[in-house]
T-cell receptor
């Protein structure tokens, strides 16, 4: 089944404790992206990656890191989480051919609480 | 920076009525625009994608149009059903930054039986 998977789905942690949220897709997609969704602020893009080893900042990259060492995986790293990073996080991927981005497929979301 | 606005924020219609959802964007150099559906507590499901060279896309009861000159996209859902109740979001990207997506805040739709 074609899908984007995220782990963990739920996470409660404490301020300053490094964490990684994994994202994996099995569709051989070139493009991957991370978003956070907050009430009243909607979905905002954190980072995106056009291909392996190519990443770019979205609108809210502060406090986050990403890496794209393989096409299928795009982990989101919070080196020192703070309470303002409490949010619902989504990973997405899409096929990209010759400049035409295709439909984005979203993962189920990771609900992160930082105490 | 592309700004995307969706009005109204919420909409309630009786079953069978046609739904019209609006999405406005500020940068006419739009690369593509996508419509998504989000059910409570769930991820986003893509409904339609319109490339900048297209004026509309159709899938079943759904039709989305794109007017770059006016900075608007409209999603039509014909003969609404209670199962159409969800939040609908639009997202756009521009030609000079087409990997970067801006989302609207969404329109919450309730279709009453």
């Amino acid at each position: 089944e074609a899908q984007v998977t995220q782990n963990p789905r739920y996470l409660i942690t404490v301020t300053g404790k490094k964490l990684t949220v994994t994202c994996s897709q099995n569709m051989n997609h070139e493009y991957m992206s991370w978003y956070r969704q907050d009430p009243g602020l909607g979905l905002r893009q954190i980072y995106y990656s056009m291909n392996v080893e190519v990443t770019d900042k979205g609108d809210v990259p502060e406090g986050y890191k990403v890496s794209r060492k393989e096409k299928r995986n795009f982990p989101l790293i919070l080196e020192s989480p703070s309470p303002n990073q409490t949010s619902l996080y989504f990973c997405a991927s899409s096929l990209y051919l010759g400049g035409l981005t295709d439909t984005q497929y979203f993962g189920p979301g990771t609900r992160l609480t930082v105490l | 920076k592309q700004e995307v606005t969706q009005i109204p924020a919420a909409l309630s219609v009786p079953e069978g009525e046609n739904l019209v959802l609006n999405c406005s964007f500020t940068d006419s150099a739009i690369y593509n625009l996508q419509w998504f559906r989000q059910d409570p507590g769930k991820g986003l499901t893509s409904l339609l994608l319109i490339q900048s060279s297209q004026r509309e896309q159709t899938s079943g009861r759904l039709n989305a149009s794109l007017d770059k000159s006016s900075g608007r996209s409209t999603l039509y859902i014909a003969a609404s059903q209670p199962g159409d109740s969800a939040t609908y979001l639009c997202a756009g990207t521009t030609t000079d930054s087409w990997g970067k997506f801006q989302f609207g805040a969404g329109t919450q739709v309730v279709v009453t039986p």
